[in-house]
Structure formats: structure tokens, C-alpha cells
């Protein structure tokens, strides 16, 4: 089965006398092709059910962003460049507990001495 997802009572071929329309050649949801006589995508296990009928297609109307989509640049451009609320006053703890930090390590390696 290619490693693909095996869906329990259920079978790997339409059955001869079935009403269901042929799956497609190549499977929409992974690219995988389709055994002509298959009931379900041997890659994915999408089916007439899951995956290749006209309602698997309804989210591509929606604006979902491109695979060159950069994060950081989204958040810069909805919330500018300043720090969250807050932000500058966990950034000067973290600058302080740095300061502890660096102070109790200088006198512990003065008092080993």
C-alpha cells in the first residue's frame, strides 16, 4: 500500500457493481496516482468521501498565504517594530538577571582564589 493509511472494513477496489464514479488518476490531496479500480488514494487514503469529490475543493476560494510567506515580516507589518506590551520591561529583567548572573559568577571565581 506505499506506506499509505489503512482504513479499517474497508476495500482497497471499488467493486464491480458499485455506483460510485471512478477516482481520478492522479490523487488531489497527496499526487500520488490512482489505481483505476482503486476505492481510495494507496498514498494518502483520501476516497470519494475524503478527498476527491467536489467538496474537497471548497477552501480554494480562501486567501491562504503563498509558500513564500515571510512570518517575521507579517507580524513587523500588522504590529510595527515596538516591543509588545510589557516587552521592555521583561526584556530589562532578563538584562538584569544577566547582571546577577555575571556578578555572582565574578565572585565566586574571586573567592576561589
Sequence with gaps: MNGGIARPGRS???P???SLPA????CPVCGEEVPQDAAACPGCGADHDTGWNEEATAADG???PDDDFNYDEFVKR???????PGGWRRQMLWIAAG????LALTLWLAAKR
Excluded at 477516482?23 to 492522479?26: A, D, G, H, L
Design 78 to 84: 500588522e504590529f510595527g517594530e515596538e516591543l509588545a
Design 62 to 64: 480562501l486567501d491562504l
Design 99 to 102: 547582571l546577577v548572573a555575571l
Design 23 to 26: 477516482p481520478p488518476e492522479v
Design 12 to 14: 482497497s477496489r471499488i
Design 16 to 18: 464491480q457493481d458499485s
